[in-house]
């Protein structure tokens, strides 16, 4: 019998790279030009396969499975977010294809990262850097570059998963006045070891929270959310922080919100489009701090991702239950 077959669209972490390179039990097709694979690449090396092992610049669409063939029998991402595969095309074409995802072993790379960027947007590190370097530092004024702290505000989660509890109980250590979130489920769990309270509506959620914190899935609901509308809903000189996913946020509406209020910064890891364009407006603005999706980006963090996304991989291939699959 032939060996099942693998695609792998990047070189991986070293230690997970080499278990899978050298898995006698299967072929491995690798991608190994730098980069991401070229979409019209992807469609040709995945045809045959029986798993691939992707990364969230894949994007899994109706073309791609039917370009990959009936035999595929997974597909693992080395991401926790997996809004790059369209469900609905699984659903509709391959209802017994295997997706594998990462979670948990992200989780407190993220949590840090995020915690991070607040206490960088919140203190004013970018203006701070440019002026450091710029020549422009002047005598101490008492006044200068004065921030916001996190003790004592009113800090929201939209989205409280995994990734949003672990922040909320880094930031419970810097003795916010209360903590909120807004999720389609509630979590009593966490609410009882946070002290976090549920807000019902949106409009509630966004008029009490002096930090908001985005840790939500990107899906068709979420998509676009923060808008002109909703960003008229925070308030004054609040603080808008996104770890999640960019397509969440409208970009221009942001800027928007920055420049005239009511919004007084903002943090975001994530944008939309990735990379975001050099030229883009909100880079201009010096309350907008803007890092390239490094939320996961620890070697630990990212060994073990690579190493739960191979063994997704080799468990679909060889008909096992996925350690970390999706259930739709
Ligand atoms: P998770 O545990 O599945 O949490 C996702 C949360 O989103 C859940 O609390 C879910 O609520 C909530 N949600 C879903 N629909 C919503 C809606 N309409 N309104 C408000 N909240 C909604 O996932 P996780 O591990 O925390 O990861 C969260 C996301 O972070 C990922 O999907 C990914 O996009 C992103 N991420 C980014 C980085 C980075 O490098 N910046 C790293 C890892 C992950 P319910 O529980 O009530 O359904
Ligand atoms: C990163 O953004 C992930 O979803 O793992």
Redesign the pocket.
Known sequence: MSKPRILLTRTLTPRAHSRIVNDSRISLVHWSEPGAIPPEKFREMIKGVDGAIVLLTEKINADVLQAAGPQLKVISTVS??Y?HISVPDVKRLRPDLKIGIT?DV??DA?AELTVGLLLATARRFKESLDIAKSGKWGDWNPQFLMGTQISGKSIGF???????QAVAHRLKGFSPSRMTY????PKPDAEKSLGAFRESSIEQFLGASDIVIV?????G??RGIFNAKSFGLMRPGSIFIN???GGIVNHMDLFRALESGPLGSAGL??TDPEPFPADHPLLTRPNCLILP????ATLETREAMADLAVSNCLAGVFGEELPAPVHF
Not at 158 to 164: H, K, M, Q, V
Not at 182 to 185: A, L, V
Not at 215 to 219: A, G, N, R
Request: with cysteine; charged share 20%.
């Open positions: 926790v977010g809004d979670p992200l989780t993220t939209f989205g409280f998963g995994r990734i949003g807004f999720s389609p489920s840790t939500c899935k990107l899906t609901e979420t770890t999640a996913r890891d994530v999706h490094i939320g996961s």
